[in-house]
């Protein structure tokens, strides 16, 4: 049996990790290595994840918890829990989630059959209210589901409910970048995507996202602060496609999520010389360099939102025509 490593951040999740980590180690499948890391968490989240790991004597030997001397941010805390990671593939849990308890199981059975470098399940949204919604991943060739990462707000880049081959990381050098906290997935999984050979799917909803919790950093109120690191992610994948999409198979939808990037920041009030100071992205294709007046100013926010979206529906259409 392969094995798996679970990788879980740790940071005021003190209301939630309990649950969480019931789901983990209640796992159907038994070859599991899990590495928390605890971020210098200031609740009691540590203690929870422990005494429910005393219900579960048989998982004992099978956890590490890495802790950090300070708190480095979310960013950090993945990469660090890659690094410690031993197992052949990788999934990502956010400590306020949970997991179907079959999960590890249905992925690596579909990984085996399959020889994918990603395995995607499909996962649900939990609110606060018990309501739980389902969310179908769509069954994308990479190259597809690949495009529509990168025009962004059209298919969800998240990392979890993911298994992930460990060497699609090492071999390409690819890793979270410690100080990228909010869309963080955003400058991770397109550059695996990119990377790995083949990708695969689990029809099940595997994974339970808690959509309104107030440790998910998507459930706050954005700041300039957030936007921020939201534009240093799309940095992170400027610069990787830049090396490595030699053909620039994908220039034009990177183009297309450049739109929004400059759309959000200006709108939060960030001007074009601190975009500059943090993106080095500058337009390539012609139509993109007809576009860069609407990159400079917030009067301009209206004209830039209408292009964003219209040339996105315009290539989303085209897109999924192709793929049939």
């Not at 879980?8 to 038994?30: A, H, I, M, N, W």
């Not at 997991?99 to 949204?125: F, P, R």
Request: charged content about 20%; aromatic content about 10%; proline content about 2%.
């Amino acid at each position: 049996m392969m094995k798996v490593s679970i990788l879980v951040p740790v940071y005021g999740v003190e209301k939630y990790v309990g649950q969480c980590s019931r789901t983990l180690f209640g796992q159907t499948y038994d070859n599991i290595e899990y590495v928390f890391v605890d971020d210098c968490t200031p609740d009691n989240s540590v203690a929870v994840i422990r005494q429910v790991l005393a219900e579960y004597p048989h998982r004992e030997q099978q956890v590490r918890m890495v802790r950090h001397d300070h708190n480095r941010g979310l960013g950090a805390a993945r990469k660090t829990a890659l690094e410690a990671a031993t197992g052949d593939f990788v999934l990502n849990v956010d400590s306020d989630d949970y997991l179907a308890l079959d999960a590890v199981e249905k992925l690596v059975a579909c990984q085996q059959q399959t020889g994918a470098d990603i395995v995607s399940g499909n996962y649900s949204s939990h609110f606060e209210d018990g309501t739980i919604v389902f969310h179908r991943e769509p069954h994308l060739d990479r190259n597809a589901c690949l495009k529509l990462m990168l025009i962004q707000h059209t298919l969800l880049p998240h990392i979890w409910a993911r298994l992930i081959r460990k060497t699609v990381y090492t071999e390409h050098g690819i890793e979270s970048v410690e100080g990228i906290n909010m869309a963080e997935d955003m400058a991770l999984t397109p550059r695996l995507i990119h990377a790995a050979n083949k990708m695969a799917y689990v029809d099940d909803s595997i994974y339970f996202y808690r959509d309104d919790s107030s440790a998910s950093t998507f459930a706050n109120h954005l700041s300039t602060k957030h936007v921020l690191s939201y534009v240093k992610a799309n940095e992170t994948l400027w610069q990787y496609f830049s090396v490595n999409d030699k053909k620039q198979d994908y220039l034009f939808a990177l183009e297309i999520g450049m739109l929004n990037v400059y759309y959000q920041a200006l709108a939060v009030g960030i001007g074009k010389q601190q975009i500059a100071d943090v993106l080095s992205y500058k337009p390539q294709t012609l139509f993109f360099r007809c576009l860069q007046g609407l990159l400079a100013h917030q009067q301009t926010l209206p004209l830039l939102r209408f292009a964003y979206l219209t040339v996105k529906w315009c290539y989303k259409k085209k897109l999924m025509a192709s793929f049939g």
